[in-house]
């Protein structure tokens, strides 16, 4: 392998980590979540992983299909921007509803815990009658239209705008090998950099202890993913 690709390569796990890094929607809908709903580690690593190849990918052959075609750089960096302002608002919509959704429950007295079910997310409401102890408790069942893949889609939606400009200089060269060398070392930067903080994240927030704010812990789930498209949206994250 040339030093010109080993240093292109090099470049690029850098930028993928910076840019995992320094966006919040990264990692912290998956960590709020996973703690909200009660996900297991598998279940949790599973779907940040799958969010994260959905996210990469789709930026990867975009800028794969662009150079192929001849598309300028300035042309795949404004279709990459329009994609990240549809991935922004996705994001805000996904933020709200379920926000407002965590909110609904919460002064309804609801208090549980939400698992996957078969195209749908099934949530274990426990309330407890008037004058019972704590062993009275009925269980209710409630759906709610929000499931993971409503995140694969706003990921999917989100760019990975530093990829676009580091694929053109094996493109240049016309280096089949030198570009998808770079996009898989940016990938495995991106995922690798994703599934850390998430692990670690979730790893710490299991031992937090909020009392009765537990109850609200689907609103706050909901409010940090809105504010996870607020800061792509309106600051730019």
């Known amino acids: 392998m040339s030093e010109e690709l080993l240093l292109l390569a090099g470049t690029a796990a850098s930028i993928g980590f910076v840019h995992t890094l320094l966006g919040p929607d990264h990692y912290l809908p998956f960590v ?126 989100g760019p990975c705008e530093p990829l676009i400009p580091i694929l053109m200089y094996p493109a240049a060269a016309a280096s089949t090998a030198g570009m998808l060398l770079v996009a898989g070392v940016f990938a495995v930067a991106t995922l690798a950099t994703m599934l850390a903080i998430v692990l670690l994240g979730l790893s710490g927030v299991r031992h937090l202890h909020v009392g009765r704010l537990e109850r609200y812990s689907h609103a706050l789930a909901g409010a940090a993913i809105l504010l996870c498209g607020v800061a792509i949206q309106f600051l730019g994250l």
């Open 32 to 157: 709020v979540l996973a703690r909200a709903r009660g996900w297991s580690t598998r279940r949790t690593a599973a779907i940040t992983l799958l969010c994260g190849v959905g996210h990469v990918l789709s930026s990867v052959l975009l800028g794969l299909l662009g150079i192929g075609l001849g598309v300028a750089l300035g042309r795949l960096e404004a279709i990459e921007a329009m994609r990240g302002e549809l991935a922004g608002w996705a994001l805000l919509a996904v933020g709200a509803v379920y926000t407002a959704w965590g909110l609904k429950r919460a002064l309804a007295g609801g208090r549980g815990h939400v698992h996957l079910g078969s195209g749908h997310v099934a949530v274990h409401a426990l309330t407890h009658a008037h004058g019972e102890g704590e062993g009275a408790a009925a269980t209710a069942a409630r759906r709610l239209p929000l499931t993971p893949w409503a995140l694969f889609l706003v990921f999917v939606l």
